[in-house]
C-alpha cells in the first residue's frame, strides 16, 4: 500500500527533528532536553501544517460560495435564458420522474405495514430453473414447519365472493383467503374485534368467520360499532363478523380488500376442487418475516435445503426444486417484464437527451454572448479550469432548479392522470390505492439526474467557452474569428441528435397508433360486432348439476327469443376473456419425430350454434348435430391449422384423434378457421371444439348471443331475466367489442404516451433548430447586408438561410432513420398485422419532421430577407 503525501512530509519533517536532536546531544545538551526540544519541534510544525490544511478547505468553501453567488447573479441578469432552460429540463426530468415514481410505488416501496425491511416475498424455483409464484397449501404447510429461519410465514390469494344485498343487485365483493397469522405477521391491530383462530387451519368449514376492512365498514354497514356477530352472506353461506381492519391498512397487494376469510373456508369462497389437500396446484401467494439475526441470503439458502428434501418425499409434475427471495412489495419484477421497462425508460431517456441538447444549444449562444467577459477574465490571470468550474456551477444551478419544477411536474400530473387510469382498469370490484407520494428514493432519483443532466447540457458548453481566440474576443468578433467554426459545429451538432432522438420516438408512436388502427380490421376468426356474452358462476353459489342445467336452458331460451337476436349459444369459454382451457392430441397413424414434444390445443365445449353466433365459418364437413349433443357423440371439430400441419392435401373428415381428456378416438366431422382465442399478441392457435352434452359440467359455461339490433337493450334483457331466475346471483353481460378494446388499451395507451413524449421532443427540437438558425443569421447580418447590398433578391437570401437549416434537417433525419430501423424492432409485441418497418410510417413521419423544422427555419430567413444594408454595414 502507497504511502500518504502527507505520511511522507511527517517522516521527513522527524528525521529532520532527530538529526537535530543528535547534534544536540553531541554538543552535549542533556538526552531529555535534546528530546523535548524535537519533539516540541515536531509540534509547532504539525500545528501549522493543520492550520494551513484548515486554511485551504476553508478557501475552498469559499470559492464555492462565490460560485453560487456569481451563478446566482448570471441568472437574475438573464431570467429568459434561465427560464427557458429550467422548463426545458423540468420537462425532461418530470416525465422520468413519473416513470420512477409509478416504478417506485408499485415495486420499490415497502408494504405499508410494521417492520416491512424484516419482510421477504418467496417464490417457489421449478425443476427447469425458473421462478413461479404461487405455492400449494400443503407445501406452504411443510415450508412452515420446517423453517426456523423466519419469525413466521403467512399465505394468501385474492378471490371474488358475491354478497346477498336485502334490495338491490347482488354485488361482488374482493375477499382475501388468509392463513390465520396473517394480521399478526404484518404487525396489524384491528379496528375492532380480532383477527382468525389458529385452530385446525386445514380442516374445511370448522371456522366461518370473516374480518372486514375499515372502507367497506363505513360503506356498507355505517360505522355500526356493534358489528361483531354480525352475519354476512358470502356465495350463499353465512359468515360471522369476527373483526374490523384499521383505517390505514390495504392488505398485502395495491387492490383494497372488502373483506379477509380464513383459508379453511377456500371450498366456500372458491368452489371447485379441494385446493387444501392439493400439492399438485399452486394457488397462494407467501410472505416470510425474517427473524431478526438471519439475513435473507441465509434464510433462502435454508429454505432450499427444505425445497430439496421435499421434492424428494413429493416427487410429482409440479416439484420445487429450490425458492427465490424478493422484497415485500406490491409487485416484484418479473424477469420477462425487465425488457418492457427497460424499453419505457429508454423512451422517457431520450426525451431527456432532447432537453439536454436543447439547453446546451441556448448554453452554447448565452457563452457566445459572454465570450468578452470570458475573454477579460483569461486576460487577467484566471485559470482555464477556475472559468470552467464557474460555468458548470450555473449549469448545476439550473439543472437543480429544473429538477425542482420536474418533480412539482410530475407530481401534478400524477394526481392527474391517476384517477383517470384507475377508471379505465377493467375491474369491477375493489379499489387500486398506490402512494405516489414523492419520497426518499424518488428525491435522491431526481437529484442524480438533476447532477447528470448538468454535466450533459453543461460540460461541453463550458470547455468550448473557456478557451476564447482572445485577441478576436476583444474586439468582438468571436464569432467570425477563432471559436466561432467549432461552436458552430457543436450546436449543428446537437440540433441533428435532437432531430433523431425526436423521429425515433415520433416513428414509435406512428407505429403504434397504425397498429391500433390496424387492430380494428385484425381477421381474429370471429367477429365481435352485435355479440353479447353473459358471466356468471353457479359452481360459487352452489348449484347442482340439475339445477344449473335448467337454468342455462331458460336463459338460453329467453335469449333466443328476444327482439333481433339471430343467434345464441352456450360455451364452456368466450374468445379473448381469459381461462383457456388446454389439451394435448395424438394423432393416429402420425408418428412423432424424435424429440418432438406433445401437440398442445385450446379446447372449448359447445353447443351446434356457436359458430354461427360468432361468425365463424366451416370450411369443410358439417357442423354439431343436436344428435351429437343428446348422445355425446365422441366427434370434433377442429382449426385449419391442425388439418394443414397433419393432413396436408388429405382429406381430415374421418380421422381419428385423441386428446389426455379421454381415451376414446375422436372423429374429425368439421374443419373451421383458426381464431385469436386466447390472445392477440400470440398468433393464432390451434384449437378443438366438442359439443355440449348433457354430460359435460353444466355449472361454468357463459351465454352467448349475437344481435342485429343495440346491444345494450340484449344486456339489459338479460340481466332482468337473470334476476328473475335467480335474485341471489351476481349476472353481468359484456359486450366482445368492449373485450377486444381491452386487449387493445396497452396499445392505445403506449401509442399516446409514445405521440405527447414525440411531440414535447418535436417541439423542443424545433425550438432548436430554430435558435441554431436564429443564431446563424444574427451573426451573418454583415455578410448579408453586403449580399443584398450587391445586388442579392429576398428570395436568394431566404434560401441561403433555408439551405442552412435543410442541411441540418436532412442529416438529422437520415441519423434518426437509422435508430429508427435499430430500435422499432422492440415494438414487435405491441404491433397487430404491422411490421416494424411498415413503410407508410417510415416515410409519413419522416416528412412531418421535416416540415415542422423547415417551418422553424423559415422565421429566422424571412428576417433575414428584411436586412437593411445600410444598418448592416453601419459598422464598417
Known amino acids: 500500500m502507497k504511502n500518504r503525501p502527507d505520511d511522507d512530509l511527517d517522516r521527513e519533517i522527524r528525521a529532520h527533528l532527530e538529526l537535530d536532536a543528535e547534534e544536540r546531544r553531541a554538543d552535549g545538551v542533556p538526552p531529555e532536553e535534546a528530546d523535548y526540544a524535537a519533539r516540541r519541534a515536531f509540534g509547532n510544525v504539525t500545528r501549522v501544517k493543520e492550520a494551513s490544511h484548515e486554511q485551504a478547505h476553508l478557501v475552498t468553501l469559499e470559492r464555492v460560495v462565490q460560485d453560487v453567488r456569481y451563478a446566482c447573479r448570471q441568472i437574475r441578469r438573464a431570467p429568459g435564458f434561465a427560464a427557458a432552460a429550467m422548463l426545458t429540463l423540468g420537462l425532461g426530468i418530470g416525465v422520468n420522474t413519473i416513470v420512477f415514481t409509478l416504478l417506485n410505488s408499485l415495486a420499490l416501496r415497502p408494504m405499508p405495514v410494521h417492520d416491512p425491511a424484516r419482510l421477504v416475498r418467496i417464490y417457489p424455483v421449478g425443476q427447469n430453473g425458473r421462478r413461479q409464484n404461487l405455492f400449494s397449501y400443503p407445501d406452504y404447510v411443510d415450508y412452515r414447519h420446517q423453517l426456523q429461519v423466519f419469525d413466521s410465514v403467512i399465505a394468501y390469494i385474492p378471490a371474488v365472493v358475491t354478497t346477498a344485498v336485502p334490495s338491490g343487485e347482488p354485488e361482488e365483493l374482493l375477499a382475501y383467503v388468509v392463513t390465520p397469522n396473517y394480521f399478526s405477521t404484518l404487525g396489524v391491530n384491528l379496528a375492532i374485534g380480532r383477527g382468525f383462530l389458529s385452530s385446525a387451519p386445514g380442516t374445511s368449514g370448522t371456522n366461518p368467520e370473516v374480518v372486514i376492512s375499515h372502507p367497506f365498514w363505513e360503506q356498507h354497514l355505517g ?235 453543461g460540460l461541453m458548453p463550458a470547455l468550448q467557452a473557456s478557451q476564447p481566440n482572445l485577441a478576436a474576443a476583444m474586439h468582438d468578433e468571436g464569432a467570425m474569428l477563432g471559436v466561432g467554426w467549432s461552436r458552430s459545429r457543436l450546436r449543428n451538432g446537437l440540433v441533428i441528435v435532437q432531430m433523431a432522438l425526436s423521429l425515433v420516438l415520433l416513428v414509435g408512436a406512428g407505429l403504434l397508433a397504425r397498429s391500433v388502427q390496424r387492430a380494428r380490421a385484425l381477421d381474429l376468426g370471429f367477429k365481435t360486432d352485435g355479440v353479447v356474452f353473459s358471466d356468471y358462476d353457479l359452481q360459487r353459489h352452489g348449484y347442482a348439476p340439475d339445477a344449473a342445467a335448467d337454468f342455462n336452458r331458460r336463459l338460453l331460451d329467453f335469449a333466443r327469443n328476444l327482439p ?65 349433443v343428446r348422445a355425446a357423440s365422441p366427434v370434433v371439430i377442429v382449426g385449419d391449422g391442425l388439418a394443414r400441419r397433419f393432413w396436408p392435401n388429405q382429406d381430415p373428415l374421418g380421422r381419428h384423434i385423441r386428446t389426455a381428456l379421454s381415451s376414446t378416438p375422436l372423429t374429425v366431422v368439421g374443419i373451421v378457421r383458426d381464431s385469436s382465442d386466447a390472445s392477440l399478441w400470440r398468433d393464432k392457435e390451434i384449437s378443438l371444439y366438442f359439443p355440449l352434452s348433457p354430460a359435460s359440467n353444466p355449472v361454468r359455461v357463459r351465454l352467448l348471443a349475437r344481435t342485429a339490433g343495440d346491444p345494450q337493450t340484449m344486456i339489459s334483457a338479460l340481466r332482468y331475466e337473470a334476476r328473475t331466475l335467480d335474485p341471489h346471483l351476481k349476472f353481468e353481460a359484456t359486450r366482445l367489442e368492449d373485450v377486444l378494446r381491452l386487449w387493445m388499451l396497452p396499445s392505445r395507451v403506449a401509442a399516446i404516451g409514445a405521440a405527447v413524449l414525440g411531440g414535447l421532443a418535436l417541439l423542443m427540437a424545433s425550438v432548436g433548430i430554430y435558435g441554431v438558425i436564429a443564431y446563424i443569421v444574427s451573426h451573418r447580418t454583415r455578410e448579408i447586408g453586403v449580399r443584398v447590398a450587391l ?74 430577407a428584411r436586412v437593411d444594408p445600410m444598418i448592416a454595414l453601419r459598422w464598417e
Open 564 to 628: 333481433g337476436v339471430t343467434s345464441a349459444s352456450l360455451t364452456t369459454h368466450v374468445p379473448l376473456t381469459g381461462g383457456v382451457r388446454r389439451t394435448t392430441v395424438q394423432i393416429d397413424r402420425y408418428e412423432p419425430r424424435f424429440g418432438e414434444e406433445p401437440l398442445s390445443c385450446t379446447y372449448t365445449i359447445v353447443l351446434p350454434n356457436y359458430f354461427e353466433t360468432l361468425g365463424m365459418p366451416i370450411v369443410k364437413g358439417r357442423n354439431f348435430t343436436e344428435g351429437d
Open 223 to 457: 360505522s355500526d360499532v356493534n358489528v361483531l356477530g354480525t352475519t354476512l352472506m358470502l356465495n350463499g353461506h353465512p359468515f360471522t363478523v369476527v373483526g374490523v381492519g384499521p383505517s390505514d391498512f390495504f392488505g398485502t397487494e395495491p387492490f383494497v380488500p372488502d373483506l379477509w376469510v380464513p383459508v379453511a373456508m377456500q371450498p366456500q369462497i372458491q368452489p371447485g376442487p379441494d385446493l387444501l389437500h392439493d400439492r399438485d396446484t399452486g394457488w397462494l401467494l407467501v410472505i416470510g418475516r425474517l427473524k431478526p439475526t438471519v439475513s435473507a441470503s441465509a434464510a433462502q439458502a435454508a429454505m432450499t435445503v427444505v425445497a430439496r428434501r421435499l421434492a424428494a418425499a413429493y416427487p410429482g409434475p409440479r416439484r420445487i426444486d429450490g425458492v427465490a427471495f424478493a422484497p415485500a412489495t406490491f409487485f416484484t419484477i418479473d424477469p420477462g417484464l425487465r425488457p418492457l421497462i427497460a424499453l419505457v425508460l429508454t423512451i422517457v431517456g431520450l426525451v431527456l437527451l432532447v432537453a439536454c441538447a436543447n439547453v446546451a444549444n441556448l448554453t452554447l449562444a448565452r457563452a457566445t454572448a459572454r465570450q468578452r467577459e470570458i475573454a477579460v477574465r483569461l486576460a487577467l490571470g484566471a485559470s482555464r479550469w477556475r472559468l470552467v468550474r464557474q460555468l458548470l456551477t450555473e449549469s448545476v444551478l439550473i439543472a437543480l432548479l429544473g429538477g425542482a419544477v420536474g418533480l412539482v411536474l410530475s407530481y401534478w400530473t400524477l394526481r392527474a392522470l391517476y384517477p383517470i387510469g384507475v377508471s379505465l382498469l377493467p375491474f369491477r370490484w375493489g379499489t387500486v390505492i398506490l402512494d405516489l407520494t414523492p419520497d426518499v428514493r424518488v428525491f435522491v432519483y431526481t437529484l442524480l439526474l438533476a447532477g447528470a443532466t448538468a454535466v450533459a447540457f
Open 791 to 864: 445586388g442579392a433578391g429576398r428570395r436568394d437570401v431566404t434560401w441561403l438561410v433555408l439551405s442552412e437549416g435543410a442541411r441540418l434537417v436532412a442529416l438529422g433525419v437520415a441519423a434518426g432513420l437509422a435508430g429508427s430501423v435499430a430500435t422499432t424492432r422492440t415494438l414487435k409485441g405491441f404491433l397487430f398485422g404491422l411490421s416494424a418497418l411498415d413503410p407508410v410510417t417510415f416515410v409519413a413521419v419522416p416528412l412531418v419532421l421535416a416540415a415542422v423544422a423547415l417551418a422553424a427555419c423559415y422565421v429566422p430567413a424571412r428576417r433575414a
